[in-house]
Every structure is written in C-alpha cells, then in structure tokens.
C-alpha cells in the first residue's frame, strides 16, 4: 500500500513537472499580436444578458482591454467600433482604459461612432473611420415623455409626496417646475463639459474648437476627417497599417478578447431576459422617478 | 481461483470523472493562461485546429494519455480507479504490457480516427461491459475485490 501511494505520488508529481515545462514552451509561442475588440451597441454598465444582444458592456471591454495590457506578445489593441454611444459613466470607463493602455490602441470606426461611442475612440492613439460613417455627436440628453396631460385626461391626479425638493424630479406623471428644468439642464450641461473637456485633451485640440463641434451634430466620416475628429479615412487595412508602422510588424496576428458566455451565462440571461421584458413592461405603467441621461 | 468480474458501467464513469478533475485540476494547471490565449487566437474553429491550437491540443492529449498509460501499466489503477475500486488487467487475467497500457488510452486524442472510439467505447461498455478500446489492446477492468483474492 505505502508502494502504491509512493508510486502514484511519483507519477502525478513527473507530470505536473512535465506540464509545467511544456506550457512554459507553449508560452512563448505565437498565439497572435493584435487584440481586437469588438464595441457593438449601446454602451451599457453591464450587458443585461444573453437575451440584450444590443448591448455591450464597459465592464467586459475593460476586462479585455486590461487582459491585453497584461499579454507581453499583444503589440497594439484594434478597437473596432460600431456603437450609437451609451451612458456617460459607461462610456468614461472605456474611454480611461483606453487611454490608461500600455498598448497603441487604434480606433476603427465602421458604421456609427456617435456620443459616447466616439468619446471611446476620442482617447485612442489614433481613428480610422469610413467615409461614410456616421461620427461625432458629442452632446448629452436626458428627455422623457411627460404623461401628465394625458392622466389628467382621465381625470388621474398624481399625488406627490415627497420629503426633498427634487426627489421626483423627472417623473412623468408632472410637468417639470422652471428650477427643476434648471436643475436637470445644469446637470446635462455639466456633463457636457466634461465631455468636451475629455475630447479636447484626447485629441490634443482646443476646448473652444471641440466646443463648437459639440453641438450635438453628427459628421460623416468624411467631414469629421475635415474638422480634425477622425485621423484617416478608410476601413479594417488603414487601421492595420497604422499598427504595423507604429509597432514594427510585418504582420498582424489577432486575437480576438471578447467575453465568453457559459452555459450558465446563457440560462441566467434568458432568465433576465424574461425578468427584465416583464419587469420594464409593469415598471414601466407603474413608476419612472429618473431622467435617463445618455451620451 | 475466483473468477474475475467485470466492473459496472457507473464504477468506470465514476473512476473516468475522477480522472478528468485529476487532470483538470492537477496536470492541466499550468496550461491555464495559455489555452485562454490560444482559444482566443482568431484561427481557431472546433473541427479545423490551426497553428498553436494543433500543438497544445496534442501536448495536452499526450499528457493524458501518459497519466492514463503509467498508473495502468505501473499499478493496474488509476487514482478514480482506486478510488472506485476497480482495476484494468490483460484479458488473460494478467498485469497489462506497457503496449496495452498505451494502445487502451489512445480513445484521449482528439483527432480521426480515435474520436469514434469516443462514441463507440461507450457503446461497447453499456452493451458488453467492455470498451471497444479494451476488445482491441486485449485488456479488462475488474472489480478489485476478485483481483486481490487471485
């Protein structure tokens, strides 16, 4: 019996040693150069599951962004962007793991880089953006409908009580009184700044000439090249020549860094998924206390 | 002399789970980070390995299938085995050669035409208690208790 434990001992120890020496082999291997990561859809905290497909999450494009800076053999991050924008915090967290990368990140811009989403390719080294694209948008709302002439059609009265000013600032039952419009306006147009400021500094221009683009328009891609918010006109080749200029390479490898959904990911979603339909639908006739901010 | 038994169906299972979280959790360790890369490695689709994915898969399969060959040839008894109380001998009822040890394992690579014994093994262990694997290298796996008393 002690010969047998001896043994098997023995045996599992050579092993691990010799898995050990094999991946320390593997490990210096080529398993390609170049991250590429995907920002599809609005720009959301988290995803909301498998059931919100047009959704992306800054948490998981985080996550990638830092597992790239943490590989030795990723020479540069291709952020491939297709996204109208999302919420600002959202979209403040890729935008500072952006910039904050160790790697040369080049934004691709294919349909749409609007608000937040451009925000993201703002702090890139450099955009790349199809002529035709659809760009810039830098602005922030917060509108909502506003029910209360149409309960006060059924004579549905909204009773508030309320024990602070503006805690139910932005409810739909009520219109909004003139201070809580200044209100929420200063807080749309703080944002703004910010984001204006956050541009500018990414881009290396003026606060004054990003403020003047920053009226909420979106550009071609074409006319953001000619107003200095996009570097290059051009697709996926453009953005690879980049790379390969900046980081020596002859060729590009990549490596694709996205989230990868379990099967238990993918039952917890479709149960959110049913949960948050349900949930928005009865929610929604019931109760909407916030302005929903985006960029 | 008593004769020997074939194991049940549910002790292999049991043994061949062991096994794999042996390896999983053991073995395996180290190639951790580098299989997350190589999965991620744009190349890669799950019938058509390419480039490093061939390679480690192979390194992998090889490591297996070197746990599985030494346990068996050196103590009849893998650790699930032991655990489960069974035991893989020649069909004469003998300790197993090396060749056998290591022609029963080869079901462990991940490439035609061993990935039918993936589907045949099972077969031929719920149909005949013995995998098609076993048939072909001349080997069996027994309850221990019979082994002991020979």
């Known amino acids: 019996m002690e010969g047998k434990i001896k043994i098997t001992i023995a045996i599992i120890i050579s092993l691990f040693i010799l898995s050990w020496l094999v991946a320390s082999l593997f490990s210096q291997g080529d398993f390609g ?3 590429h990561i995907k920002i599809s859809g609005a720009i959301m905290s988290e995803s909301g599951g498998f059931l919100n497909s047009g959704v992306v999450s800054s948490s998981d494009i985080v996550d990638s962004i830092k597992k790239a800076n943490a590989d030795s053999s990723i020479k540069a991050i291709l952020l491939e962007i297709d996204s109208p924008g999302g919420t600002p915090v959202a979209s403040a967290e890729i935008a500072d793991a952006v910039k904050n990368s160790n790697k040369t990140v080049v934004a691709w811009i294919r349909e749409s880089g609007t608000s937040g989403a451009y925000w993201v390719a703002s702090s890139a080294y450099k955009i790349v953006a199809h002529p035709l694209s659809i760009t ?5 709302y917060g509108s909502y409908l506003d029910f209360s002439g149409l309960l006060g059609r059924f004579n549905i009265t909204y009773e508030r009580m309320i024990a602070g000013d503006y805690k139910d600032i932005g409810s739909p039952y009520k219109p909004l009184t003139d201070s809580e419009r200044k209100s929420l306006q200063n807080t749309l147009d703080l944002m703004h700044e910010y984001f204006i400021q956050s541009v500018a500094e990414n881009r290396n221009m003026s606060v004054d ?3 003047k683009l920053a009226n909420g328009k979106f550009y071609l891609g074409m006319e953001a090249k000619n107003l200095g918010l996009v570097d290059f006109l051009g697709g996926k080749e ?3 020549e980049i790379i390969k200029k900046r980081e020596n390479l002859k060729e590009i490898n990549y490596v694709e860094y996205e989230k990868k959904s379990s099967i238990f990911d993918i039952f917890a979603g479709m149960m959110n998924g049913f949960g948050f339909s349900f949930g928005k639908g009865f929610a929604n006739g019931i109760v909407q206390n916030q302005a929903n901010i985006k960029t | 002399m008593p004769k020997l038994i074939l194991c049940s169906t549910w002790k292999r299972l049991g043994a061949f789970v062991f096994d ?10 180290p190639f951790n980070n580098i299989a997350e890369k190589a999965a991620n490695a744009i190349n890669y689709s799950f019938l058509a390995y390419q480039g ?11 490591i297996g299938i070197l746990y599985f060959t030494l346990f068996e040839y050196l103590l009849g008894q893998t650790v ?15 300790r197993m050669s090396v060749m056998q040890a290591f022609g029963r394992n080869l079901f462990l690579l991940p490439f035609i035409p061993f990935v039918f014994l993936w589907v045949l093994d099972p077969i031929f262990i ?14 069996k796996t027994v309850e221990v208790e019979k082994w002991k008393a020979r």
């Open chain 1, 136 to 140: 810039g948008s830098i602005g922030v």
């Open chain 2, 80 to 94: 699930g085995k032991m655990l489960m109380r069974i035991v893989s001998v020649s069909a004469d009822d003998r």
């Open chain 2, 20 to 29: 794999l979280l042996i390896m999983d959790f053991l073995l395996l360790y």
């Open chain 1, 238 to 240: 453009v953005a690879e």
């Open chain 2, 126 to 139: 719920i149909w005949k208690r013995i995998s098609l694997s076993e048939m072909l290298t001349k080997t």
């Open chain 1, 33 to 35: 150069n170049v991250a």
């Open chain 2, 52 to 62: 490093p994915m061939t390679q480690l898969i192979i390194a992998v399969s090889i």
């Open chain 1, 209 to 211: 000439s990003v403020r």
